[in-house]
């Protein structure tokens, strides 16, 4: 009986491919012939999957997206056990650092894309922008906390999720370059929310 194919798993692997490619050299060395090579494929096998490679970088994308969102999912979701404001925006914050390889490699993918959309000037409309969605969030936790008095009514919860995400995505960037450790990084986030959750005072 011949080996059954799993299509979805096959596309997989093939971003993963990708990811290794423009996590080490950018989107720019990214081609077909590329990642099948990566793959260790044939580069028919790729384009069977992927009749183009906008179509292929599209996908690879959106596997970014759902990876990055799977691992900061599960802080995410272990903080917002304990209804406490403070803690899910640290979760928020802190599970976007990258503190391993993996986590290293997709941020690196990440950056390699938006320096993609950087230089020409637009985003891929089928790349759906991440900040939007973590300001939202960011928004709504700071008013449940001004609610609580544990964040002054002086705040603006809009750009202050804006300022938070931003400072987030900066030291992103930072650890990739080892200007911080994600130790580092993750004490300045303390230091940011001790001052925001900090009331009337």
């Known amino acids: 009986m011949p080996k059954r194919v799993d299509h979805q798993e ?6 993963e491919a990708l990811f290794r490619i423009a996590a080490a050299r950018g989107l720019q060395a990214v081609t077909l012939r590329a990642v099948a090579a990566e793959a260790g494929i ?3 096998l790729v384009q069977y999957y992927f009749p183009t490679k906008e179509e292929m970088l599209r996908f690879a994308w959106q596997r970014v997206v759902e990876l990055t969102g799977e691992i900061a999912g599960k802080s ?16 928020y914050l ?3 650092l990258p503190d391993g390889e993996r986590r290293r ?6 950056i390699a894309y938006f320096a993609v959309d950087v230089t020409r000037g637009s985003q891929d409309p ?10 939202r969030a960011l928004t709504e936790l700071l008013r ?6 544990d964040v002054s009514a002086r705040l603006d919860p809009t750009l202050e999720a804006d300022a938070l995400a931003t400072m987030s995505a900066g030291l992103v960037t930072a650890i990739m370059v080892d ?5 580092r990084a993750a004490e300045i986030v303390d230091y940011r929310l001790d001052e925001v959750f900090s009331g009337d005072r």
């Not at 490699?105 to 990440?110: D, E, F, K, R, T």
């Not at 449940?144 to 008095?149: F, N, T």
């Open 105 to 110: 490699m997709l941020a690196a993918v990440q």
């Open 144 to 149: 449940k906390a001004q609610a609580k008095g």
């Open 126 to 135: 089928d790349q759906e922008p991440l900040l939007p969605h973590l300001t």
């Open 76 to 91: 995410i979701v272990e903080a917002m056990a304990t209804g406490d404001e403070r803690t899910i925006v640290r979760a």
């Open 42 to 44: 044939s580069m028919n």
């Open 179 to 183: 200007a911080y450790t994600p130790e």
């Open 10 to 15: 096959r596309r997989r692997e093939i971003a």
């Open 94 to 96: 802190t599970a976007v």
